[in-house]
């Protein structure tokens, strides 16, 4: 089959090869004939060694197939059930899950040193994160697949399994914020346009959206944003407000420089949620004075900060009754040949989301 190839961490380019295949179906595991995968920032961030990942492996962690093929002692999943990938499924049993935060699960990333591929004839290839969404088939644990409604659309679908529901969980289970409330939301990639809706959905009273592309704050607005502005221009806006900043600031972008943008712009007692991947090395500052004088609230927020599989029937739900509008999200579709020229325009910041296809 086909499938995108990154050979090294920290390469540039993807080879799409027609040698691929994956391991057999075994217990506890299913294949999936994937139909859509969206190219999320995460993808890039692997590729640069950002997000930890042995190599080679096949990027691609949000996907949308058809169940083909399931393994002994399989239940809940048939030949035909139309699923999404879940990079970071939840174990059920730890202590993390028996306590209800089973998005702080990482019994799943034991799996990262398993390999689910083969090319070239038996080389090994890893999938991201236990996925690979980036091949036109994938072997996955029956854990790691949630079961959508026939009637979602796959490119609609690929983007629950990661960049929406993320997005969408930030600002509904992680920030809670209440109507009424002022929201800025830093980035307005695919995850920033989805805190954007789910600022709107929970009430807010005005949704400021800041990002450096032109292209991407118009699209903010048509989302129904209130207002799009310039990074420059967010301390004006924020210090403009009746109470010195907003209730709560969405950072969707994962850069320290951000981060601190996003505490200056949170007013005193306010809420700063960060959702953007950043790396390991990238370290904000913060004083002990203003943390203990201002009592700002700095939430990180994992895959939504709450239950995967809840988040996106709940996502799925509000786009059925026509509250969350995903298809605007996909500003690009390309088939998988194309997958390389995708990632070199989502690293120059275009568009939303890129969301590859395999007819």
């Known amino acids: 089959m086909r499938a995108a190839i990154l050979h090294e961490t920290g390469q540039d380019e993807l080879e799409v090869r027609e040698d691929v295949e994956t391991v057999a179906v075994g217990p506890g595991t299913v294949r999936v004939r994937m139909r859509a995968a969206g190219l999320c920032h995460s993808d890039l961030s692997a590729m640069s060694g950002v997000l930890p990942q042995p190599a080679p492996f096949v990027p691609g962690h949000e996907g949308a197939g058809e169940v083909t093929e399931v393994g002994e002692g399989v239940t809940g999943l048939a030949p035909g059930d139309r699923v999404v990938l879940c990079w970071m499924p939840p174990c059920g049993r730890c202590a993390f899950c028996t306590r209800g935060e089973t998005h702080l699960c990482t019994a799943s990333l034991k799996r990262l040193a398993e390999p689910t591929f083969r090319f070239g004839g038996g080389t090994a290839a890893y999938g991201f994160y236990s996925t690979g969404s980036f091949a036109e088939e994938a072997v996955v644990a029956a854990d790691a697949v949630l079961k959508v409604p026939a009637d979602l659309p796959f490119e609609l679908a690929a983007l629950v399994g990661c960049g929406v529901t993320t997005g969408f969980g930030a600002v509904v289970n992680t920030a809670r914020i209440e109507p009424g409330a002022t929201v800025a939301v830093l980035g307005a990639g695919g995850v920033g346009a989805a805190a954007v809706q789910a600022a709107l959905v929970s009430g807010a009273a005005r949704v400021t959206v800041v990002d450096p592309v032109a292209s991407r704050r118009e699209r903010a607005l048509a989302l129904g944003a209130t207002d799009a502005l310039a990074p420059e221009d967010l301390r004006a806006a924020a210090e403009g407000l009746a109470l010195g900043g907003y209730d709560c600031v969405v950072e969707a972008v994962g850069r320290s420089e951000t981060v601190r943008a996003a505490y200056d712009a ?29 009592e700002k609230r700095v939430l990180p927020s994992l895959y939504g900060g709450g239950d995967v599989a809840r988040t996106a029937a ?10 969350l509008d995903l298809a605007a999200l996909v500003t690009r579709r390309v088939p998988l040949a194309e997958v390389g020229e995708a990632v070199a325009g989502m690293r120059r910041g275009e568009g ?8």
Request: charged fraction near 30%; aromatic fraction near 10%.
């Open 266 to 294: 949170a007013r005193r007692g306010g809420t700063v949620v960060v959702v953007g991947a950043g790396a390991r090395d990238d370290k904000v500052s913060f004083s002990l004075g203003e943390l203990f004088f201002n």
């Open 314 to 323: 709940r996502v799925v739900e509000l786009w059925r009754a026509g509250r």
């Open 352 to 359: 939303l989301r890129t969301v590859i296809t395999f007819d």
